[in-house]
């Protein structure tokens, strides 16, 4: 059974219409009139016990507003919602316990007080046991290294302390599900990692659900097997991301160091796409010459000193799509 | 969660407000300091009015202190319970309200005991130094029935202001805008308690006793306890005071709860 099931969700919000001048201002404290927006338009997907899935899309997609809807913080205009076997907008205190969220802008720990404390509170507030709450404290303190500024004020914190003590409280609870908006958004790549590691051990050994939203392309390369993509509230894709590198990823980039430039190489199936000095990037489609193809007809003409070849990255993919649409896709794929 | 949880947690997180205000202290002094002076200039300008006129309203100076400092000693409280939903709107804009709707608590009593404003001492000080004085100056007659009295219509005060934050905190689910309101509504009501109702006209008097009741928060009840006439009203309608706070409190709780439900649709 899946743990999160959502089906032909909608969210439409009343935008009230802002009149200019001071008779519209008038007007509209009388009457206003209101458009409506469809922030999410049927989207239906489930997710399983113990998977990762990247939900993503570009801004304004919907993504926040049906993360909203299955944390229980607005009611859907139409549609199912059940995490967990609860309605959270029906259910939302009963809802709370059994999910964390991260928003990775807006801490949810106490600013001015010691990190410390905000824990000793949260214990309070979801009603952790002592020993729970002593062995999840063990638990983080040694995977994120907590201790270096436990009584440190929040406010004080860096931005990668922060937010390894806003995972960490968002899992004093024990939840079974996890929200994680924009985990790694501003850090460092070494404190990017770090969390990139933590989200993957504890969803390995907690078998924690981890629904994650980023824009970083990255993050989803490096935890999530499957990703929801959205767009203007639709669903555009839902499966496994191999599958649309697959699909869209079939221009590589080959790069090569030559001895001596005397002019560009002469190249079949293979298009110079910049050229410095020396070394030339050489952009071609996999399935029509492959890259020792090239290589062969480079090396007749010019002495190869140093090669590459790069795999396209999931974010140019991404925005492939996302201009493109999804007509290309076959429809083993489509949804 | 039950009740008794609710108050061990209210007090928990209480405290760690103070430990967060603490870690500014100069700030918290300076604001105590402040607070006296501006409320010992209010009765200064009491004083000098009085001088000329010796009386306002069949109300002496002393009189009119005690009734300034009931109003000071409930608004000291209210403080304390309610001041943060004036700041309602900041976190609605900024979408930090977000975070007491992802807690598995009643929302209301998280924001409520989110912050604690604790230079409410100064309206402690200060009020409690006017009610010695004024036992000293004038023969009140306290019996132990007139003590229980205060009691409970400081409570019923507690509640109306506390209801009227809550209120105009309320409206920031529908409008986005909180603190204009608390200029426009809250200020003028308080400054009204300062003078004895009777000396404003008859349709003031009528709207602070039956739509906003601030009449119930000193003016009333203090006349109860000084035994003074209360024109247009009977003179038991002090005794209302804690009811009257009770069901404004009750309905203010009701409006924010219809606004909380309306922002769980709307989103902002």
């Known amino acids: 059974m899946p743990i999160i099931e959502v089906e032909n969700l909608r969210k439409d919000f009343m935008i009230a219409k802002r009149e200019t001048g001071m008779m519209g201002a008038l007007r509209s ?49 139409d549609g199912k919602v059940l995490v967990n076997g609860i309605v959270p907008y029906e259910n939302r205190q009963k ?118 939203t980023t824009h970083d392309m990255e993050d989803i390369e490096k935890l999530c097997e499957r990703m929801v993509l959205i767009d203007h509230g639709t669903k555009m894709y839902d499966g496994e991301i191999a599958l649309v590198k697959e699909r869209f990823g079939k221009t590589r980039t080959l790069i090569v160091d030559l001895e001596e430039s005397k002019q560009r190489p002469p190249l079949t199936g293979g298009e110079i796409f910049k050229e410095e000095g020396s070394r030339f990037w050489i952009k071609f489609n996999r399935d029509e010459v492959s890259a020792s193809d090239l290589i062969a007809q480079i090396t007749k003409t010019h002495n190869i000193k140093d090669l590459t070849v790069e795999e396209p990255e999931i974010e140019s993919i991404i925005s492939k799509i996302y201009q493109e649409g999804f007509q290309d896709l076959p429809d083993t794929v489509k949804v | ?97 977000d975070r007491f709707l992802v807690r598995p608590i009643n929302p209301f009593f998280h924001f409520m005991a989110m912050r604690f404003d604790v230079a409410s001492f100064g309206q402690f000080i200060f009020s409690i130094l006017i009610f010695i004085w004024v036992s000293f100056e004038i023969n009140i007659g306290w019996t132990f029935g007139k003590v229980l009295f205060l009691f409970a219509s400081i409570i019923g005060g507690i509640l109306i202001q506390g209801g009227l934050l809550v209120l105009i905190s309320a409206l920031a689910f529908w409008t986005t805008k ?86 769980k649709s709307t989103g902002s």
Request: aromatic residues 18%; proline residues 5%.
């Open chain 2, 1 to 97: 969660m039950p009740i008794l949880k609710y108050v061990d947690l209210y007090f928990k997180l209480v405290s760690a407000g103070i430990r967060a205000q603490f870690q500014y202290r100069f700030a918290f002094f300076m604001r105590i300091i402040g607070l006296i002076t501006a409320y010992s200039g209010t009765a200064i300008t009491m004083w000098v009015m009085l001088y000329r006129f010796q009386e306002l309203g069949s109300w002496s100076f002393f009189e009119m202190l005690f009734l300034f400092a009931i109003a000071i000693l409930s608004w000291g409280f209210c403080i304390i319970l309610f001041f943060h939903f004036r700041s309602l709107d900041t976190y609605i804009i900024n979408g930090t309200f």
């Open chain 1, 95 to 212: 809802n709370a316990k059994n999910i964390g969220v991260v928003f990775g802008q807006r801490t949810q720990l106490w600013w001015d007080l010691p990190t410390i404390e905000s824990f000793e509170l949260l214990k309070e507030i979801y009603q952790v046991s002592n020993e729970r709450y002593k062995k999840n404290m063990d638990t983080f303190t040694e995977v994120l290294g907590l201790n270096e500024f436990l009584n440190t004020p929040v406010r004080q914190l860096s931005l990668g302390q922060r937010m390894r003590a806003d995972i960490a409280a968002s899992l004093l609870h024990d939840p079974p599900i996890l929200f994680l908006d924009e985990p790694t958004i501003g850090l460092d790549v070494v404190a990017k990692e770090k969390m990139r590691t933590f989200i993957k051990e504890i969803n390995q050994d907690r078998q924690i659900t981890v629904i994650l």
């Open chain 2, 178 to 263: 909180s603190e204009q309101f608390y200029w426009v509504a809250m200020y003028p009501a308080r400054n009204l308690t300062n003078y004895p109702l009777v000396i404003y006209p008859k349709i003031v008097q009528w709207f602070t006793a039956f739509v906003v009741p601030f009449g119930f928060v000193n003016y009333f009840p203090a006349a109860v306890i000084l035994e003074k006439e209360t024109p247009f009203f009977p003179a038991y309608i002090g005794y209302f005071s804690p009811l009257v706070g009770l069901v404004f409190f009750m309905i203010a709780y009701w409006i924010w709860m219809l606004g909380l439900s309306r922002y």
């Open chain 1, 29 to 77: 404290l009388v009457k206003r009139e209101y458009t409506k927006k469809e922030a999410v338009k049927d989207i239906s997907f489930s997710i399983e016990k113990g998977e990762i899935i990247g939900y993503i899309g570009p801004n304004g997609a919907g993504k926040s507003t049906t993360i909203k809807m299955l944390t229980g913080i607005l009611v859907p205009s």
